[in-house]
Every structure is written in C-alpha cells, then in structure tokens.
C-alpha cells in the first residue's frame, strides 16, 4: 500500500480508531530500513493528535479526546509482539523536543504508573536520557508527574514506592529531574522519605542511568548520562540554611531524612568503580556550583549551627569527591589545577568569597585532605 493509499484509508476512520490504527502503521514503518519519515510524521500529526484542521472538525471534545488518546497510546505500549527498539523509536518520534504534545506525555505517563506500565515507563526513560534528564521537557515531566501524586491525589503515593523495581532506568531519570525541580526550595517531607527509601532498598539506582543500556532505536546514539547525584547534594547542603524560617519539629524531620540521603549519597560515590563511564557520576562543575550558591546566602557570614551543618554537608561531598576522582585518574593535581585557574581570577568579590568559604571548610571539617580540594572547587566559583 503506497502512503497516499494509507493516509486515504484512515481518513475513513473516526476517532480514536484512526489513532490505534495509524500506530500500528507507523510502527510496521519504523521496523523498516526505509522509514518514510515524512510519512511518519503526517500520520502522527493528523491521526494520533488531531493537529491537521480537517481532523478537527470530526474531532469529539478536547479533554474527551485526550483521556482516549492516552488509553490507546497505553495499550499500544503494553500490547505484546511488538520490539522494544521500535517501540521506544515511535515514542521518541510521538514526542519530540520541541511540541506542544508533552500534557499528554505527562497523563500517559501518570496513568502507567499507577497500571505499571513497563513499556511506557522505560520507553519515558529513553526519552528523557536523550533530551537530557535535567533538561526542561523533563523537568516539566517531573513537575507533573509530583503535580498528580502528591498534590492533587497524594493518597496514591504507594503506587511509587515500586518504581525502581519496575523501571529502574525511568526512575534514575526521574530522581534527576526531580532534583531540578527543587533546584530553589525544599522538597516537601513526603518526597524525602520516599526518595530515601528508594535508595536504601536499591543502592544501586543512582548510578542505574551509568551502567543500564536502554533499547534505543536502531542507529540512535545514546547521550550523556546524568546521574541524581550532584542534585541531591544539593539539597542536602543547602537544606539547613532553607529549613531556618521552619518550625523546630518539621525542621528536625526534614534534616533526618537529608542526613539519610548524604549518607546514602556518599555511600554510593565510594561504590563507583574505576570505569570510562563512571566520570560522568558527579563533576567538579557540579559541586563548584552548589559552593556558588551556599555563597550567596546571606547566613553563610554568620556563625550558626545551620550554616556549619550546611558546610560541613558540602566538606563531605567534596572529600568524597576527592578520594572517587583519585582512584579514577592518577593525573589528578588540584595544585597545579589551583595555579591555572587562579590565573583567570579578576573579580575581587569572588576571590573574597572564595577565601571566606574555603576557610569555613576547612575549620568545620578539619581534614588535611579537604584543603586542596576545596581550593580546587572554590576557584572554579570564580571564573
């Protein structure tokens, strides 16, 4: 059947029956060595989304639409015969970066974890590992995915209790996500808890996104892997100085969840194996960053218990950054590296700034080994 013969076919089917249809059609197309993307695209566009004018006009109401869409994008997923790679090939093509396709991503997504749907789950794995799981259509994803189980129906939050089990790669890339959604506030208590019990039960998700290799398409190119690590530490250094305007019990059951989750954290660094892959586990960039912020608060100059609990978090990090990075290289000179980028150093205020953390550090964790370390990350603070 040619594709005019094809688009002719399915202009003669209503709504939803044209979408089912025109899935299964784009899905014998993507197992093909010709894909016909052209084609591909005109079908997804008029027949699963009904974005061409003439589809409108037979089209039901919208929200209507949508809960069947969502039901049959679901089924098609989780229906057998299908190959993972051709599957996660339609997803990506569904869903692209740049549509306006993502509230129903977000519903389909929602809907398979509470039918853990495995398909979807790691099929949304794939997608937010290839637009980078810090991106902003992943962030977006996470925000409504923590949108529909803790705000507007918080009595299912069971239901992600399992998600590492069931789909360990989604979920490395949720935590992710996540963690940039809170970039700028705390997290509420319920996530925290939940968060720390999926690590506790599987020690191994932070680095799940390094070591699980999903079934991209045939040809595709897997991207950089972004593990949670970095945005959790961030969390948990900058929490103590968030938590001050709390009240004491609150404050006191959030700051034992974020001791769980550092312990947890560093827990996982001292696992990573001298491995090509594990160097993009956590960065120098990553925590020259969170030091970037800790510097901006205005308590970090006032002498308290939360700002030293908040240093001594970020002392942690870096020392067990330091003793990760030197089992994975043997070139690693923080001196040299020190001379170099002092080099670049014109700001006055952030050299001040520099000096002024770097001495907090080091007198809060008193660790010989700290001291290059942190004036590595610090200087980078003031590039």
């Not at 923080?334 to 014109?346: D, F, P, T, V, Y």
Request: aromatic share 8%.
């Amino acid at each position: 059947m040619s594709g005019i013969e094809l688009i002719q076919a399915l202009r003669k089917l209503d709504f939803p029956f044209c979408a089912r249809e025109a899935l299964c059609r784009i899905e014998m197309l993507c197992a093909k060595p010709g894909k016909q993307m052209d084609l591909q695209m005109d079908m997804i566009s008029e027949f699963v989304f009904g974005e061409i004018e003439r589809r409108k006009k037979r089209m039901i109401p919208a929200a209507i639409q949508e809960l069947q869409l969502v039901e049959v994008l679901s089924d098609f997923f989780q229906s057998s015969g299908g190959s993972p790679p051709v599957r996660n090939a339609v997803f990506l093509s569904l869903f692209p970066a740049e549509s306006s396709r993502h509230t129903i991503l977000g519903y389909l997504v929602s809907l398979a974890i509470a039918t853990q749907n495995k398909p979807v789950l790691n099929a949304t794995g794939i997608w937010m590992q290839q637009l980078g799981s810090t991106s902003t259509q992943s962030v977006g994803l996470a925000r409504h995915i923590l949108q529909d189980y803790f705000v507007l129906t918080p009595s299912s939050i069971d239901k992600l209790k399992q998600l590492p089990v069931l789909a360990a790669h989604f979920t490395a890339n949720l935590l992710t996500a996540v963690g940039e959604v809170y970039k700028d506030r705390n997290p509420p208590t319920e996530l925290l808890k939940l968060i720390g019990d999926w690590i506790n039960e599987n020690p191994s998700l932070l680095l799940t996104s390094l070591v699980d290799n999903p079934a991209l398409p045939t040809g595709g190119i897997p991207m950089t892997p972004i593990t949670p690590i970095a945005g959790l530490f961030r969390w948990c250094v900058l929490s103590p100085l968030r938590n001050e305007s709390m009240c004491t019990d609150e404050e006191e059951s959030q700051q034992k969840f974020y001791s769980k989750i550092q312990q947890l954290l560093m827990d996982s660094v001292l696992r990573l194996k001298n491995s090509g892959s594990n160097k993009h586990a956590i960065s120098a960039q990553h925590l020259a960053a969170t030091t970037r912020v800790l510097s901006n608060f205005p308590q970090i100059q006032l002498q308290t218990p939360s700002r030293d609990l908040a240093l001594e978090r970020l002392a942690q990090a870096k020392s067990y950054w330091h003793y990760y990075n030197r089992y994975r290289t043997n070139t690693f000179s923080s001196n040299g590296l020190c001379k170099q980028i002092q080099l670049r150093q014109h700001n006055r205020q952030a050299e001040i700034e520099y000096e002024l953390i770097l001495s907090y550090c080091c007198t809060v964790c008193k660790r010989n080994v700290l001291y290059d370390t942190s004036k590595y990350f610090l200087t980078l603070c003031s590039i």
